[in-house]
């Protein structure tokens, strides 16, 4: 750690913290760093048996529940799986028919002439936890949209073998091969999750890291798909024994030749720091066998970010030219490249020598970059922006001052396409590059496909570059855009985004659509007539079996918050019936969620998740309060800092709306309002929920005003947020004084009142941050005596993210909201995920188990379990 003092700026004018002062922490015994001390562990399996005696009634609902979640659900991650066909019957309950299904096929031509190329999907199957990854070979040059699938994909059959009686399904598409067959890995384990899997260049082997145990440490696989040989990729002898295997952050690279990685390396405070190449094919094709020592020489070394404060991406463009390595930390940014189809003659030269820096970091300065034909498109809030704007420069030209504004030059007067200012934001660029075979007699230099916001919606759009063009002005890029196209769609709230690509060279980029009553579907939007409705083809649209669209309605609307000036957008959905509930006048059981941080937003997106909720007649809210990232980044930016507390606010704005002009009998004083939500509950009708720092967001909104909610759920939640901001041991601590606001450095200036500790002191910080943090801190603020609503507070033992909270942070919550509040409050439930950490993993049927215990408590709550 520095020995100088780290201020929030180096202008800051607030005092420093001095003399120290300590944090009450009296649970602090429950901090084991290598989660191997019998008492802590006989603690958290006792509050799991509580947990399970207390709630030992709902068992047949979560049963119940589950099944129906199985049923109605059918996926994990619900951007993942896409469609059931739409000849299938809806049925009840568990069947194979709603558990098997695939997504859509995405082309992944060949580079070689007269190469393979394949059509790349992943697949579940009945009874199975994970999916398989597959492929099939494209039939020919001229398809490029996906083929029909099989008659009878989704059918099981039964054979005789050696082993007994096995099963097989059939392939979806002709000659499909699986080149990772997760539920094969995940026997013997009690946790698995997947981190990435790269397809080599060639389509040879296939590189994953896997996660098995749950602390988000993935080790690193390649396997020859032809042969299904796997290896574990081992150390090297830099790091000890060759025995051991590597050990990275989950996210892995290619070369151009398909025969050596990058990987990135994490440090002792989980934060990815080093980049390294690793040689893993030699020159004859052969496997180097690193645990027999047949290396030449230890990886290389690329990058070294010693900044605390910043972490290490790597990502390859699109195109697959460039290595992307990029350093940041909350407020700015460093871009790196490395080219990966050098000229002849620069062979000779190490990889290190040759990553190249875009830009050196400024303060309060991000930006990122996206290859397009010679140009670095650059996305960045340069000069104070309130969002990112689209400048441009040549490859190899390098400063943030020849930085030049993207303009449309499809008007009169050259106009910027994205200025940075509030009206518009920008949030990714992906560029294509399609064959002149297929474009127009002119076809342009290429397309991007822009992601952003507008109106407080996702939206998409297609830019079109022409030729280079000398602009008079020398603000401007030479690279133009001839047209730009805003894609449009048919309801007024949706979530839009790009779906599965892996081809730059195709006509078409495949756009993913939902809403809050529109299962997802993915559709191919052709690149030269966007705006040509008629031209789009579904690809596939999800079925969900027994979902009636017309049983259900949604809304957007407003919320004003407490300042009188800033409106809360609040998105809203329901089972039609609820309004018979509404109109006469009683209180209809509502569900509130939120987020609220590190500008993510929560967008108007399907979740079948919600229909158990929703059949119920539970109406389902988001707050997309301040701290997301809805509103663009003055959204994000209105809530950190010394002006975190404005997520809590708005939170409890939009719950009071929910609950206002409703009597406790449930009789009616004005429902003359436009909106379906104002005094649609009342405070023994209203549940919230959070999950990471969402569960910041409940806990301290439920200190603010614990009477408003009859239950809430907090989900690994980020509840300690003075301790854990004091300490730079914990896992990421440094990078969030970015989030939350440096209250010291580390160790430093703090004590703790604790058995476990105190911690040493050095030097001191800004006491403002510490004084604001320990304003809101949800441990800090229980308010003793208040009544509490019911509460479910989820952990997982082996959770390194100081973010949503280590698996300490939930369990001393849990303590101290039982010790401080009323013997009136409802029961506090600590349910702590003895095998995982932050995530449930990629196993389907936990993640349906663990929703079917959330909803059974807060439908108990509710008084809705029928």
Same mark, same amino acid.
């Given at each position: 750690m520095p020995s100088t003092p780290m201020r929030q700026s180096p202008s800051s004018p607030h005092p420093l913290l001095s003399p120290p002062r300590a944090i009450p922490n009296p649970y602090g015994w429950m901090r084991d760093d290598g989660r191997t001390n019998a008492t802590v562990l006989d603690h958290l399996r006792a509050e799991n048996e509580y947990g399970e005696r207390a709630t030992s009634h709902l068992d047949d609902l979560r049963e119940g529940l589950y099944r129906e979640c199985v049923c109605v659900c059918a996926y994990l991650v619900e951007s993942l799986l896409e469609t059931m066909p739409k000849n299938r019957p809806a049925c009840q309950l568990l069947s194979c028919v709603q558990e098997t299904d695939y997504t859509t096929p995405a082309l992944k031509t060949s580079r070689s002439p007269g190469g393979k190329g394949y059509w790349y999907y992943t697949r579940f199957e009945e009874g199975q936890s994970y999916p398989r990854y597959c492929r099939a070979p494209q039939s020919s040059p001229d398809e490029l949209m996906p083929p029909p699938v099989n008659?009878?994909?989704?059918?099981?059959?039964?054979?005789?073998?050696?082993?007994?009686?096995? /099963?097989?399904?059939?392939? %979806?598409?002709?000659?499909?091969? $699986?080149?990772?067959?997760? *539920? +094969?890995?995940? %026997?013997?384990?009690?946790? #698995?999750? %997947?981190?990435?899997?790269?397809?080599?260049?060639?389509?040879?082997?296939?590189?994953?890291?896997?996660?098995?145990?749950?602390?988000?440490?993935?080790?690193? @696989?390649?396997?020859?798909?032809?042969?299904?040989?796997?290896?574990? $990729?081992?150390?090297?002898?830099?790091?000890?024994? +060759?025995?051991?295997?590597?050990?990275?952050?989950g996210s892995v690279v290619w070369n151009d030749a398909s025969d050596a990685l990058f990987y990135v390396t994490m440090d002792d405070a989980h934060r990815p720091h080093r980049l390294y190449h690793r040689r893993? &094919?030699?020159?004859?094709?052969?496997?180097?066998?690193?645990?027999?020592?047949?290396?030449?020489e230890d990886d290389e070394l690329l990058l070294d970010e010693t900044d605390e404060s910043y972490n290490l991406r790597i990502a390859k463009s699109f195109d697959g030219k460039y290595l992307l390595v990029r350093s940041s930390s909350k407020e700015s940014s460093e871009v790196r490249y490395l080219d990966l189809r050098p000229e002849a003659g620069s062979e000779g030269t190490s990889l290190a020598k040759r990553l190249v820096c875009i830009a050196r970091r400024k303060r309060k300065v991000l930006y990122r970059v996206t290859h397009c034909r010679g140009y670095w498109l650059v996305q960045t809030n340069i000069g104070g922006l309130p969002n990112l704007s689209l400048k441009a420069c040549r490859v190899g030209e390098e400063g943030m001052d020849i930085w030049k504004d993207v303009v449309r030059s499809d008007s009169d007067v050259p106009v910027p396409a994205f200025d940075g200012g509030h009206e518009r934001s920008l949030d990714g660029v992906t560029v294509f590059n399609p064959? +002149?075979?297929?474009?127009? *007699? /002119?076809?342009?230099?290429?397309?991007a496909v822009v992601t952003g916001r507008e109106d407080g919606m996702p !939206?998409?759009?297609?830019?079109?570059?022409?030729?280079?063009?000398?602009?008079?002005s020398n603000d401007f890029s030479q690279l133009r855009i001839s047209r730009m196209t805003r894609l449009e769609f048919d309801e007024d709230a949706y979530d839009v985004g790009i779906g599965g690509n892996r081809d730059p060279s195709l006509p078409y980029v495949v756009i993913c659509y939902d809403s809050l009553l529109t299962p997802p579907s993915h559709f191919a939007v052709p690149?030269?007539?966007?705006?040509?409705?008629?031209?789009?083809?579904? =690809?596939?649209?999800?079925?969900? *079996?027994?979902? /009636?669209?017309? #049983? @259900?309605?949604?809304?957007?609307?407003t919320v004003r918050s407490r300042d009188g000036k800033t409106d809360i957008p609040v998105s809203l959905v329901y089972h039609r019936d609820v309004l018979k509930e509404r109109n006469n006048g009683f209180a209809v059981p509502t569900h509130l969620y939120g987020y609220g941080s590190y500008g993510a937003s929560i967008e108007a997106s399907f979740r079948s998740t919600r229909l158990p909720l929703l059949n119920r007649k539970v109406v389902y809210a988001l707050a997309h309060v301040r701290g997301g990232g809805e509103m663009g980044r003055p959204w994000y930016d209105d809530a950190k800092y010394l002006t975190k507390k404005n997520s809590f606010n708005d939170f409890v704005d939009v719950a009071r709306w929910l609950t206002s002009d409703v009597t406790n009998d449930g009789s009616d004083k004005n429902l003359a309002e436009t909106s379906i939500g104002k005094g649609i509950t009342n405070a023994s009708k209203l549940s919230c929920e959070g999950r990471s720092a969402g569960g910041l967001l409940v806990g301290a909104s439920l200190n603010q005003n614990p009477e408003l909610f009859r239950a809430a759920i907090l989900g690994v939640p980020f509840v300690d947020v003075a301790c854990t901001m004091t300490d730079a041991t914990i896992p990421l601590t440094v990078a969030e004084w970015e989030e939350w606001g440096n209250p010291n450095e580390g160790s430093i200036g703090i004590t703790l009142t604790s058995y476990h500790y105190p911690w040493k002191i050095r030097n001191c910080h800004d006491e403002k941050f510490f004084d604001y943090i320990m304003s809101y801190s949800p441990i800090n603020n229980i308010k003793d005596?208040? $009544?509490?609503?019911?509460? =479910? &507070?989820?952990?997982?033992?082996?959770? *390194? !993210? %100081?973010?949503?909270?280590? @698996?300490?942070?939930? +369990?001393?919550?849990?303590?101290? #909201?039982?010790?401080?509040?009323?013997?009136?409050s409802g029961p506090v439930v600590l349910k702590?995920?003895?095998?995982?950490?932050?995530? /449930?993993?990629?196993?389907?049927?936990?993640?349906? !188990?663990? #929703?079917?215990?959330? @909803?059974?408590?807060?439908?108990?709550?509710?008084?809705?379990?029928?």
């Open positions: 008659g009878g994909w989704d059918v099981k059959t039964l054979a005789n073998s050696t082993d007994g009686v096995t /099963s097989t399904m059939g392939h %979806v598409l002709p000659d499909e091969e $699986v080149y990772l067959d997760v *539920p +094969a890995l995940a %026997v013997d384990g009690a946790y #698995l999750a %997947v981190g990435d899997i790269a397809i080599s260049p060639d389509q040879k082997y296939v590189v994953y890291t896997l996660d098995e145990r749950g602390g988000e440490t993935c080790q690193l @696989y390649v396997k020859d798909i032809e042969l299904g040989m796997v290896r574990t $990729v081992m150390r090297d002898r830099r790091n000890g024994s +060759a025995d051991v295997p590597l050990e990275c952050d893993i &094919i030699d020159s004859f094709g052969n496997w180097i066998d690193d645990a027999e020592d047949r290396r030449n064959s +002149a075979g297929n474009a127009s *007699p /002119s076809p342009p230099l290429s397309f !939206r998409v759009w297609i830019l079109e570059f022409g030729e280079e063009e000398t602009h008079a690149l030269h007539s966007p705006s040509d409705m008629s031209t789009r083809k579904v =690809l596939k649209a999800k079925y969900v *079996p027994g979902y /009636s669209k017309d #049983l @259900y309605a949604c809304e957007r609307t005596g208040a $009544v509490y609503p019911a509460c =479910l &507070i989820t952990g997982g033992l082996h959770d *390194p !993210r %100081v973010q949503a909270s280590e @698996y300490w942070e939930p +369990a001393k919550f849990c303590a101290e #909201l039982r010790h401080r509040s009323s013997d009136k702590m995920d003895m095998d995982s950490g932050h995530f /449930s993993g990629s196993d389907r049927y936990k993640y349906f !188990r663990d #929703l079917a215990y959330d @909803y059974a408590f807060l439908m108990d709550a509710l008084g809705c379990t029928s």
